[in-house]
């Protein structure tokens, strides 16, 4: 029997495709490292374990694939009936068992693959709302899957790093941070510098900025809010040691 793949043609779409299965392909591997007592450990995000950060992958998956549902169908379905149901449903997930809890995030990411295998050509060109508000094309679904999948594997706080994340998912994750820091006017003095490429990010135009530096991977989880290893600062909001400024907020 032929396999079946994905209906989209679109190689560009394809490839991205790939580096989101392949960002929930090491999620799992870093997750089923775990036994289910590791579970009840603290992930790096404060306040929660692995069990919420799971649980958070489980139904962020649910909540992804209601919106290819949405656009393959046009029946308007939103990720989330609020934020307040979201968190509920995260903290109601953290308390599942140790088998359920790997299931849901088994059964969520294959339902997931399937709906993106199965969506129409012309239905990824249709708008949807992200649980921010913003609306998207359905390809957007993508990467919204895509970093969560490989940022969350970093904060199951099992070995992963952010260079386990592969050059073009950081690349468009320093992209997505710096312009929602630009949006919002948080990066006045602030510039950022990513080592051996060229790439410059922030307030360009400041006389006297700020300017944070450092190899790919270890500005991203800087800008991500992760740590600031192996990062450098000069300028005026250095610390008095020569401590590395906090990165503003991104989400």
């Known amino acids: 029997m032929v396999a079946r793949t994905d209906r989209t043609t679109d190689t560009g779409l394809q490839e991205e ?12 591997r870093k997750l089923n ?7 009840d450990g603290d992930s790096l995000l404060p306040g929660w374990t692995r069990r919420h950060i799971t649980a958070h992958i489980g139904y962020n998956a649910r909540a992804i694939a209601r919106l290819v549902e949405w656009a393959a169908t046009g029946v308007e379905t939103p990720m989330y009936p609020s934020p307040e149901a979201r968190n509920q449903e995260i903290s109601f997930g953290s308390t599942l068992p140790p088998i359920a ?11 997931l693959s399937v709906e993106w295998r ?29 970093r969560e999948v490989w940022i ?23 992209k ?27 307030d360009t135009t400041s006389a006297s900025p700020t300017v944070v530096s450092g190899p790919l991977a270890a500005i991203v989880e800087w800008a991500a809010g992760r740590g ?3 990062v450098t600062a000069t300028g005026p909001g250095v610390g008095a040691n020569g401590t590395v400024p906090a990165a503003p907020t991104w989400i």
């Not at 490292?33 to 579970?39: I, K, N, P, R, S």
């Open 17 to 28: 495709l790939l580096q989101a299965r392949r960002g929930t392909a090491f999620f799992a």
């Open 118 to 146: 199965d969506l129409p050509e012309a239905a990824w060109s249709h708008e949807v709302r992200t649980a921010q508000g913003r609306t998207v094309p359905a390809s957007e679904t993508v990467w919204m899957r895509t």
């Open 228 to 230: 600031n290893g192996g």
């Open 176 to 202: 997505d941070i710096t312009g929602a820091w630009k949006t919002r006017r948080t990066d006045q003095g602030l510039v950022v510098k990513v080592a051996d490429s060229g790439l410059t990010f922030g």
């Open 152 to 174: 969350h594997a970093v904060d199951l706080d099992n070995g992963a790093t952010f260079n386990d994340i592969p050059a073009p998912v950081l690349e468009r994750l320093l």
């Open 101 to 111: 809890l790997r299931n849901l995030f088994d059964h969520s990411a294959v339902h």
């Open 33 to 39: 490292e775990l036994t289910g007592a590791d579970l």
